[in-house]
């Protein structure tokens, strides 16, 4: 009856599920467990009818036009250029670090230090923290330790239970300290959120008449993965299966768990117009939690009263019943054990790795959007 088995309705799964019916003529079947489409990027409307984002807040950014194109069939966008400050202290500066938070922190001594920073660097370049504390001038280290200390270093404490130095430099790269007057948080062109939400553009990617949508349904209730093949409610399925859910549970986590951040997100809503008058707020020296995010004005939402913010306080992910996987931890051992689990899938010559948990990896959506392009195209 199906011809494809795509397990996992997330945006690996939405857009690989679209792109074999459509493309291919083949007849999709999607399996997802949760009682909804759209995996984190999923966002509804709360009881007080602000649309938040349920499993944390999701700017889409690209700077690849064939992903932006393709996703604008199913969806218009809201775009801006999304901007973070960090609290420190009693104020707010821009994050990332830029030449504007320069200002802001050295005053009058700001000028020679940009000066320095653009001869040193270049104008226009981003330079990972990690990159910045190697400096050999004393000025420059002296930047490189005011945003190790207030930017850096507490809040990746909170986020890994680690020190910047201690985890990949591939993650406090993603935020690099910049070389320009660029407040924004990303540099790609295209940055925004769907004009009606993440969900609704789920439902059109996944409203094609070759695809049937089951959630509700583990995988595992209704397919049987074993090193020497794939049956699906009982018979050997010999057709393509794509998996985005997590590698180690498919084999019941025989050789212990892969390692991840988790984190619990706490909803408040108040009786105000604007609550921090900011999307995000990072709290990169203090409190518990990473983040507030206040989602009307990361959505523009303006069709509802009170405003609604969310908190994030990271944990390390146990598999406790209730936890969701968000942050692989990158590093030699992990990925050790994730090609072990890797491993009891080569004999299946159809069976298809594809996703942030499947691959353990960190993928951004546009990342995963490419990456699903590129697998269905040569299946
Ligand atoms: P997911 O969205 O996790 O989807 C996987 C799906 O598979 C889930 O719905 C899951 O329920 C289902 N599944 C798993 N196992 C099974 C099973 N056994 N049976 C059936 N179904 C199963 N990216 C950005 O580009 N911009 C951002 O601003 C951004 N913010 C983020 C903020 C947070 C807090 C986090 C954690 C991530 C953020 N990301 C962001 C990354 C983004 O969430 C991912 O790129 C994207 O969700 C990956 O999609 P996916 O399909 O691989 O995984
Ligand atoms: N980071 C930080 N302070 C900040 C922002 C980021 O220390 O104000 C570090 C932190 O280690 C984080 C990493 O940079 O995990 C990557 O940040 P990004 O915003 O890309 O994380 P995301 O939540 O999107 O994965």
């Given at each position: 009856m199906y011809d494809c088995i795509v397990i996992g309705a997330g945006i690996a799964g939405a857009v690989a599920a679209r792109k074999l019916a459509e493309e291919k003529g083949k007849r999709v079947l999607v399996l997802e467990r949760r009682d909804h489409i759209g995996g984190n990027c999923y966002d509804e409307r709360d009881e007080h009818g602000i649309l938040i984002h349920n499993y944390g807040p999701h700017?889409?950014?690209?700077?690849?036009?064939?992903?932006?194109?393709y996703l604008s069939r199913f969806t218009d966008w809201y775009l801006f250029g999304h901007e973070v400050v960090a609290k420190v202290g009693d104020g707010l500066i821009p994050v990332p670090f830029n030449l504007n938070t320069l200002e802001m922190v050295y005053g009058e001594k700001a000028g020679p230090l940009a000066a320095k920073l653009k001869k040193t660097y270049g104008e226009g370049s981003r330079v990972p923290i990690m990159k910045l504390r190697e400096s050999e001038d004393p000025d420059i280290r002296e930047i490189a330790q005011y945003v190790y200390e207030n930017i850096f270093l507490q809040y990746t404490m909170k986020q890994w239970g680690q020190k910047p130095e201690e985890i990949s430099p591939e993650v406090t790269g993603r935020v690099p300290v910049l070389i320009s007057h660029d407040n924004r948080y990303f540099q790609d062109q295209y940055q925004g959120v769907p004009k009606d939400g993440f969900t609704a553009m789920f439902e059109r990617i996944l409203d094609h008449e070759g695809i049937t949508v089951r959630c509700g349904v583990d995988c595992k209730e209704v397919l049987s993965i074993r090193e020497d093949g794939v049956s699906f409610e009982g018979q050997p399925f010999d057709g393509d299966v794509i998996y985005t859910g997590a590698l180690d549970e498919l084999f019941d986590c025989r050789f212990g768990r892969l390692p991840y951040r988790s984190l619990e997100f706490q909803f408040e809503h108040y009786d105000t117009d604007s609550w921090q008058g900011h999307s995000v707020v990072n709290y990169t020296v203090s409190e518990d939690f990473t983040r507030i995010t206040e989602f009307k004005f990361l959505t523009g939402q303006q069709d509802a009263d009170g405003?609604?913010?969310?908190?994030?306080?990271?944990?390390?992910?146990?598999?406790?019943?209730?936890?969701?996987?968000?942050?692989?931890?990158?590093?030699?051992?992990?990925?050790?054990?994730y090609e072990k689990y890797r491993g009891l899938t080569g004999r299946l010559e159809r069976f298809h790795l594809l996703g942030r948990l499947a691959e353990y990896r960190y993928y951004?959506?546009?990342?995963?959007?490419?990456k699903a392009f590129e697998l269905t195209e040569q299946m």
């Amino acid at each position: 009856m199906y011809d494809c088995i795509v397990i996992g309705a997330g945006i690996a799964g939405a857009v690989a599920a679209r792109k074999l019916a459509e493309e291919k003529g083949k007849r999709v079947l999607v399996l997802e467990r949760r009682d909804h489409i759209g995996g984190n990027c999923y966002d509804e409307r709360d009881e007080h009818g602000i649309l938040i984002h349920n499993y944390g807040p999701h700017i889409f950014h690209t700077g690849m036009e064939d992903v932006f194109t393709y996703l604008s069939r199913f969806t218009d966008w809201y775009l801006f250029g999304h901007e973070v400050v960090a609290k420190v202290g009693d104020g707010l500066i821009p994050v990332p670090f830029n030449l504007n938070t320069l200002e802001m922190v050295y005053g009058e001594k700001a000028g020679p230090l940009a000066a320095k920073l653009k001869k040193t660097y270049g104008e226009g370049s981003r330079v990972p923290i990690m990159k910045l504390r190697e400096s050999e001038d004393p000025d420059i280290r002296e930047i490189a330790q005011y945003v190790y200390e207030n930017i850096f270093l507490q809040y990746t404490m909170k986020q890994w239970g680690q020190k910047p130095e201690e985890i990949s430099p591939e993650v406090t790269g993603r935020v690099p300290v910049l070389i320009s007057h660029d407040n924004r948080y990303f540099q790609d062109q295209y940055q925004g959120v769907p004009k009606d939400g993440f969900t609704a553009m789920f439902e059109r990617i996944l409203d094609h008449e070759g695809i049937t949508v089951r959630c509700g349904v583990d995988c595992k209730e209704v397919l049987s993965i074993r090193e020497d093949g794939v049956s699906f409610e009982g018979q050997p399925f010999d057709g393509d299966v794509i998996y985005t859910g997590a590698l180690d549970e498919l084999f019941d986590c025989r050789f212990g768990r892969l390692p991840y951040r988790s984190l619990e997100f706490q909803f408040e809503h108040y009786d105000t117009d604007s609550w921090q008058g900011h999307s995000v707020v990072n709290y990169t020296v203090s409190e518990d939690f990473t983040r507030i995010t206040e989602f009307k004005f990361l959505t523009g939402q303006q069709d509802a009263d009170g405003t609604t913010i969310v908190k994030e306080y990271p944990f390390a992910y146990t598999g406790a019943e209730g936890e969701i996987p968000y942050y692989a931890i990158l590093n030699e051992e992990n990925r050790a054990l994730y090609e072990k689990y890797r491993g009891l899938t080569g004999r299946l010559e159809r069976f298809h790795l594809l996703g942030r948990l499947a691959e353990y990896r960190y993928y951004n959506i546009d990342a995963m959007v490419k990456k699903a392009f590129e697998l269905t195209e040569q299946m």
